[in-house]
């Protein structure tokens, strides 16, 4: 049987003009550390620094781009260890997860998670046998003999993934001690990590458009790795979840400040927010169906507020209009703190009622739709969009919007990045588009650089791996075109994979 291996050139242009050239700026950019400015691994993964449990917790059952592959093949979640305890059909025996994974391989030709999990197969885990139903237990006691080992412990895996920042997502309730104490533990990488070669000598050279700096040639070492929060406050900025009155019962637990009206709860939400900034974090996350950002009168915002807190009844319109107003409070807010804001709008959340009921948050399909940000972000942009202190990032699975509206707004007000392709839209071709359709209007310094957002932590050096070769890849077109030099694709590339994240993300002082 032939030992499975992957192409040294996959994702990299078929043409063979341009196939040399992408490859020798991918060649530039493939060892650049990580910037992993958006993400959802746990902290705690971290923290406590205890080995993975086996490959199906690993692989599998976080991953919900394998998991809702194999439910559309008729696999239920319970099958693939999906669901809180004592779900009917659970599956509780990692060896019966991964066989299943196993035997679905061939459902993931074709798309992104099909590369992904290729690189960390072999790259990472030494595997040299297609997954298979037949090579399900080979490929299962390998991984698993791997993750006994020290080197594969999260910590060690920060190190080899050459991660030089990866940032968690964290309720505004959180209490920040584990990434305080991170803070305190994780030593400096290794001066090999930074690694004094061409790759090491571009992430500190080029991109002084970005604004990064440089380092002298050969003396290129890292910094020490960190895990930094991001500030997620969705459910208290939304009156009509089931749980928003026990949520604000837990920020004004966190905050030490007694929430009875709409003025301690704002004054709740900056102290969580400063306590964020003190604990090393840089972001705030906002995952609302729509980017309304409209602010209502102060008096409307308090007695809706007033209404919800009382626990009378607030209509859809009222808490869509109250979430709108919140957008731009956060706005505000971040011109007072310097966190990044980061809007993802257009994704709704769990599809499927009865599987969101049986399985929770997150487990009821989560399905983009259309959404306009010209006149919804307009209410923030004329407000804030020129404030030196404030950073928007806008995300979008909507690509009808790239060229029409967030390119020409992202290629004026200086506040906005457009953020990368995320979600469904972070595969090779989608990447492509992406470049096609923002490039002319936006060129390449108002972009926010690649965000992996994932949870399944081997999987971020592949979803950037993926990212830097399509880069190259568009790239070298401009050269083959004669649109770009070869030395400022070179530059360009760097940029895009290691100095524009670093700005889009600054970190704000405490």
Known sequence: MTEWTLHPDRALPA????????????????DLPIVSMHGHVDVTTFADDAPFP?????????DHYLTRMLVSQGTPLPALGVGPEGTPGLETDPRAIWRRFCAG????RGTPTRYWLEHELVEIFGVT????????????????ARLAEPDFRPRALLDRFRIETLATTDPAWSDLEQHRRLAAELGSLAENVGGNGPAARAAHTAGTAAGSGSAAPGTATLPAPRVVPTFRPDPLLHLDQPAWRDDVGRLAAASGIEIGDYTTYLAALRERRRAF??????????GHLSADTTPLPDDVAAGLFARALAGDDVTAGEAAAFSAHMLFQMAA??????????????????????????FG????????????????????????????????????VDEDTYSRELAPLAGVYPALRLGAPWWFLDEPDAMRRFREATTGTAGFSNL????????AFCSIPARHDLARRIDAGYLARLVAEHRLDLDEAVDTAADLAYHLPKKAYPAPTP
């Open 448 to 455: 926010s650089g690649f965000v992996d957002d994932t949870r």
């Open 129 to 144: 046998e297609r997954p298979s139903a037949e090579s399900a237990d080979a490929i299962y006691d390998q991984i698993a």
């Open 361 to 396: 948050p997150d487990k009821g399909y989560d399905i983009p739709v259309v959404t306009e940000y010209t006149h919804a972000l307009r209410p923030v942009l004329e407000t804030f969009g020129h404030v030196e202190n404030f950073r928007l990032i806008a995300f979008t």
């Open 54 to 62: 086996d490959p199906a917790q690993l692989f599998v059952v976080p």
């Open 333 to 358: 807010m971040s011109c007072e703190d310097g966190l990044v804001m980061q809007l993802h709008p257009g994704v709704l959340r769990n599809h499927d009622t009865e599987r969101h009921a049986i």
């Open 105 to 108: 391989w061939k459902h993931f």
């Open 15 to 30: 043409d063979p003009a341009t196939r040399p050239v992408a490859r020798e700026i991918y060649e530039t950019t493939r």
């Open 277 to 286: 900034v003190a604990a090393g974090g840089s972001a705030t996350d906002h």
